[in-house]
């Protein structure tokens, strides 16, 4: 777990108006923030340099109280999940699960990688599918493979790029309701980009508005969504 604090982070993509202007924020150890605002407004950029797949252009990004903007993103600790799962179609789920502790190479013995791949996959209710191939799973499932992918890496937080914006209503109201049930009891810092109002109104502790790259509010959601 580890608080994430963004301090007047700048973003720009060549000479053009910056994708992310002078954005503070700071996130609680253990907190669940949702990024939300219309399409192209900053919230992949902003969440990308977060996990160390883009340079900030100005501005300082603390993760646990270490300033990381020059960290690669290996030297970060997080763990990202995508909306189109970005699995390996030749392994199983267990080793797609496996994957992020077998690239660590010697730090993860069979037995430990065994124990973390089997606690995500309970967690998950993966357990009777770990022997099967990806094109075999649902879509629901293929989304449950990737954040077991997470969770096993034991990050310091979760980033979640519109994880459920491929799947449909009722399975975007299950895994809606496990991605909280799974948040809650592993209490690790998470920062979530969703279009969807439901997931804004109901996963989130606070709900941090983007607009044209700048934070233009930050409240609960009860703040933000419900009428005074
Ligand atoms: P969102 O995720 O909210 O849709 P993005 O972060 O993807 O927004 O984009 C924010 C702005 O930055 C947009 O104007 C977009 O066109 C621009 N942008 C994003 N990625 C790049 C890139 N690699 N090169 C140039 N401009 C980019
Ligand atoms: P590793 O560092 O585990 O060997 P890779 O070589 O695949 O991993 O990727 C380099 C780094 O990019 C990873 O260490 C990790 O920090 C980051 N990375 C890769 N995939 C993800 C992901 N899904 N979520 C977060 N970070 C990732």
Excluded: W
Aim: glycine share 8%.
């Amino acid at each position: 777990m580890a608080t994430i604090t963004l301090d007047h982070i700048v973003k720009k993509y060549g000479d053009g108006f910056p994708a992310v202007n002078d954005v503070s924020l700071d996130i609680k150890d253990g907190e669940f923030v949702i990024l939300v605002g219309p399409s192209g407004c900053g919230k992949s950029t902003l969440l990308r340099m977060i996990v160390g797949l883009e340079d900030i252009t100005d501005g300082d990004l603390t993760i646990g109280g270490t300033r990381v903007n020059d960290k690669a993103p290996r030297d970060r600790n997080l763990a990202m999940v995508f909306q189109n799962y970005a699995l390996y179609p030749h392994l199983s789920v267990f080793e797609n699960i496996a994957f992020p502790l077998r690239l660590a190479k010697g730090k993860h013995s069979d037995e430990e990688v065994e124990r973390r791949v089997r606690e995500a996959a309970d967690l998950l209710e993966l357990r009777e599918h770990l022997e099967r191939k990806p094109a075999n799973l649902s879509g629901g499932q293929r989304q449950r493979v990737a954040m077991g992918r997470a969770i096993v890496r034991q990050a310091d937080a979760f980033l979640f790029d519109e994880p459920l914006s491929n799947l449909d209503a009722k399975l975007r109201g299950q895994m809606r309701t496990e991605i909280a049930r799974m948040q809650r009891r592993l209490g690790t810092t998470t920062v979530y980009v969703t279009h969807d109002q439901t997931e804004a109104m109901t996963l989130g502790d606070r709900v941090a508005v983007l607009r044209k790259g700048e934070l233009q509010q930050v409240a609960s959601p009860r703040e933000l969504y419900e009428e005074p």
